[in-house]
C-alpha cells in the first residue's frame, strides 16, 4: 500500500509538472493569474513545471532504491507539502477568505499527499 501511496503523489507532481511545461497560463488561470509574458511563463514552467516533473522523478528513484534514500526523499516532499499548505493557511489568516476551489481545493490535496508520505515514511 505505500508503494501506491508513493506513486500517487509522484503522478500527480508529473501530471502537475508536465501540464506547467506545456501550458503554464493555463495552469496559473485558476487562481486569477495571467502569465503574459515570456519570463512569467518561465517562472511557471520553472517552479512548476521543472519541480513538478523533478519531484516525480526523485519520488519513484526512492520508491524503486528503497532503504534510507526512499525515507529522505518521501519526509523531504511531505516537508514541502506540508509547508504548502501552511502557506495557504497563512495567507487566509492575512488576506480576505477565498473560494474553495482553487485554493482550499489544493491545500486539502496538499495535506492529504504530504500526511499520507508522513505516514509511509
Avoid: K
Amino acid at each position: 500500500m505505500s508503494t501506491v501511496a508513493v506513486i500517487v503523489v509522484a503522478v500527480f507532481f508529473l501530471a502537475m509538472g508536465l501540464y506547467a511545461l506545456v501550458a503554464p497560463a493555463a495552469l496559473i488561470r485558476p487562481f486569477r493569474l495571467v502569465a503574459d509574458s515570456p519570463e512569467s511563463r518561465s517562472e511557471i514552467r520553472a517552479v512548476y513545471g521543472g519541480f513538478g516533473v523533478a519531484v516525480a522523478g526523485a519520488l519513484a528513484v526512492a520508491e524503486f532504491h528503497g532503504g534510507d534514500l526512499r525515507r529522505g526523499v518521501t519526509l523531504t516532499v511531505a516537508l514541502a507539502l506540508t509547508g504548502m499548505a501552511v502557506g495557504r493557511v497563512v495567507s487566509r489568516l492575512v488576506d480576505r477568505p477565498t473560494a474553495f476551489h482553487p485554493v482550499w481545493f489544493y491545500c486539502c490535496v496538499e495535506v492529504v499527499a504530504g500526511g499520507t508520505l508522513f505516514l509511509v515514511t
